[in-house]
C-alpha cells in the first residue's frame, strides 16, 4: 500500500478531518500524527525550566571535556617496544 501524506488543522474541539484521501472505503490504514517542525506540541505545557536544567547539564559535561586530548599525542614509536616481545 502506498503512503499518502497530507497536511490539516486540529480544530478548537481537539479534532482532526481528513478529507478526500486516496483509499477505497472501508479500507483499513494506519496514521501517524506530528506536529509540523517549528510547531510546538503543548503550548501551555511549560517545559522551559526542564530544558534550561539540560542545557545547563549539557554545558558542565562540555566543559569537563574541553581539552581532554589537549595533552600531547604519544608518538607511534613510544607506543611500541620493537626491541621484546610482551
Known sequence: MKAYETSATVDKAGTLHVQDVPFAPGT???VTITP???MVLNE?????S???A????????F???RGFR?????RREDLYDRNGLH
Not at 589537549?70 to 604519544?74: F, P, Q, R, V
Open 28 to 30: 483499513d490504514v494506519q
Open 36 to 38: 509540523k517542525s517549528g
Open 44 to 48: 501551555g505545557n511549560d517545559d522551559s
Open 50 to 52: 526542564a530544558i534550561a
Open 54 to 61: 539540560a542545557r545547563l547539564r549539557m554545558s558542565e559535561l
Open 63 to 65: 566543559n569537563q571535556i
Open 70 to 74: 589537549a595533552a600531547s599525542l604519544l
